[in-house]
């Protein structure tokens, strides 16, 4: 088992920056893949980034692209998001996973463990 616990989440003002966090700790794995998404209220849940936990390159949705970025901290089997540049439509609960795969995905069923979420609300 993974567990997954994110945090950072809040209120800020459109323009505003955040970031989250997201520390792993149970059974590790060598090689997977650790992702981002959010859901807004009534919407699908949305990819966000995703990045493979050996190393290698990032990926990000194009709602963010150029706005968050992601990033770890081996030492502390930690991931985190950099939200930058906030916007009103960035509202929702935030989730990070991992999927236990060399391969990555943007599709959120193919993620095995999920965090509990955090919410991060931005206004105008």
């Known amino acids: 088992q993974v567990q997954l616990v994110e945090s950072g989440g809040g209120s800020v003002q459109a323009g505003g920056s955040l970031r989250l966090s997201c520390a792993a700790s149970g059974r590790t794995f060598s090689n997977y893949n650790m992702g981002w998404f959010r859901q807004a209220p009534g919407k699908e849940r949305e990819f966000v980034a995703r990045m493979r936990w050996s190393g290698g390159s990032t990926y990000y949705g194009d709602s963010v692209k150029g706005r968050f970025t992601l990033s770890r901290d081996n030492a502390k089997n930690t991931v985190y998001l950099q939200m930058n540049s906030l916007k009103p439509e960035d509202t929702a609960v935030y989730y990070c996973?991992?999927?236990?795969?060399?391969?990555?995905?943007?599709?959120?069923?193919?993620?095995?463990?999920w965090g509990q979420g955090t919410q991060v609300t931005v206004s105008s």
């Open positions: 996973a991992v999927r236990d795969s060399w391969l990555g995905s943007r599709t959120w069923e193919e993620y095995d463990y």
